[in-house]
């Protein structure tokens, strides 16, 4: 008895022991989950170059996409596949009535083989609409590709302007430091009062707050970008210099391209080609479809064998393919109106983008021109004026203030050019061209 006891003892340790075992290998660094070492291929630092080869190689959300395609190219398998063949067996056996008393129990037997024949084109007609699906589905993948493509690099360049931004605030961080130091040692000579030590403290906190924002904004970004791309684990920094991709702001020359590349635009044109080919299946759909009848016959007792051919075909009479016809119409009329919707939106978007862009980089050009380049003077300038006793704390602390502000006014100009710039280059179809040239 105690034996047994004791034996459950050790039996219960050993079941602790590999539980906590088991814990401690899930909590340790190398229990990842399928979604972190999924991660581990990624680059903490990342370019627009590198980001945007990412988007293309390994988001899922862009695999996501491409799916579309696979399923249109398995409509041209299947529209590519002849009609199956169909095989009949019947018997027939006595069942009633005189019976012939020179045989055994007369029966008849039956196998008919039934061919259909796609004599009036149907099957050249449903491959060719099926590979015009698949060129629309291609157009509409490589649509939502840039519409990826624009989002991610607008998160990219917010996020770098936000790396910025913390870059900012830390300089200015440091300045007030410098600034606190000198004010305490003013005070300790007895040249600066209290209330100028805790203008000068409070003034640094609120900084350090605005700081920790800053972070946490850059934060939320980053979690935006990994779950646009599919990753939501994944916490890039922005590697790159902020400054306008260089788009150019020629409306006529841009929508030249637009008619040419913008995907929306080569979508729409595809399906108007594919409601073309759509309305030919129709047509051919129209014709019934003939089957060829081959079989034989035989009997029992005394034995017997007859073949049989024939040919069968329904008659046209009520269902003349009058909806399929009518429903092909109706596609081709819609495809083209969106088609000139499409153009026509289209141009007056890219007219709009051309125009935002022309204005933002003209108040840009002037505010770098009037305001951004005289900074260090004014900077060098306050100092002189507080050391000199020419001005107090509250004038050098508006100084510092105000430098800090219009840097922080030069990245906000700078993503908004950018941003302009993506929708012009949305607009013309540039998205997938400009990569050659980004960095």
Not at 52 to 79: C, D, G, N, W
Not at 106 to 133: D, H, M, Y
Not at 384 to 406: F, H, K, N, W
């Amino acid at each position: 008895m105690n034996k047994h006891y004791l034996k459950i003892e050790i039996n219960r340790a050993s079941v602790t022991k590999s539980a906590i075992l088991m814990i401690l290998l899930l909590g340790s660094p190398l229990a990842f989950s399928e979604e972190q070492a999924k991660n581990q291929d990624l680059p903490n630092v990342v370019s627009i170059r590198q980001l945007l080869q990412i988007v293309r190689e390994k988001s899922p959300r862009y695999a996501v996409a491409r799916t579309q395609i696979e399923a249109a190219q398995a409509e041209v398998v299947a529209a590519d596949v002849l009609p199956n063949p169909k095989v009949s067996y019947g018997r027939y056996d006595q069942a009633g009535g005189r019976r012939n008393t020179q045989f055994d129990g007369p029966s008849q037997q039956n196998i008919t083989v039934e061919v259909p024949l796609l004599l009036a084109g149907q099957r050249g007609a449903r491959k060719e609409s099926a590979e015009r699906r698949v060129e629309v589905a291609e157009a509409d993948v490589e649509t939502q590709y840039n519409r990826l493509i624009r989002e991610t690099w607008r998160l990219f360049a917010q996020l770098l302007a936000g790396q910025r931004r913390v870059a900012v605030l830390e300089d200015a961080n440091r300045e007030l430091e410098r600034l606190q130091s000198l004010i305490i040692g003013k005070e300790n000579a007895g040249t600066a009062s209290r209330y100028d030590v805790m203008r000068i403290n409070q003034e640094t906190q609120s900084l350090k707050t605005r700081l920790e924002s800053a972070h946490t904004d850059n934060a939320g970004v980053v979690g935006e970008l990994g779950v646009l791309l599919g990753f939501p684990n994944w916490k890039p920094q922005a590697k790159g210099i902020l400054a306008p991709i260089g788009v150019s702001a020629d409306l006529n020359a841009l929508w030249m391209q637009a008619e040419q590349n913008n995907p929306e635009l080569v979508s729409a044109r595809r399906e108007t080609i594919a409601a073309d080919s759509g309305l030919e299946r129709a047509r051919r759909e129209r014709w019934p479809v003939p089957s060829l009848l081959f079989g034989t016959a035989f009997t029992d007792q005394p034995y017997g064998n007859t073949t049989f051919a024939g040919v069968s075909v329904d008659l046209p009479i009520f269902d003349r393919g009058q909806g399929g016809m009518a429903r092909a119409s109706a596609e081709k009329h819609a495809s083209v109106l969106k088609r000139e919707l499409l153009l026509a939106s289209t141009k007056q978007e890219l007219e709009r983008a051309v125009d935002v862009l022309s204005n933002r980089r003209k108040t840009l050009s002037k505010f770098e021109h009037s305001v951004l380049d005289p900074l260090p003077t004014l900077k060098q300038m306050a100092e002189d004026a507080y050391r000199l006793g020419q001005t107090g704390l509250l004038e050098l602390l508006d100084s510092s203030r105000s430098r800090t502000e219009i840097k922080l006014n030069h990245l906000e100009l700078l993503v908004a050019e950018i941003e302009a710039e993506l929708d012009a280059m949305m607009a013309s179809g540039q998205l997938v061209w400009i990569l050659e040239k980004s960095d």
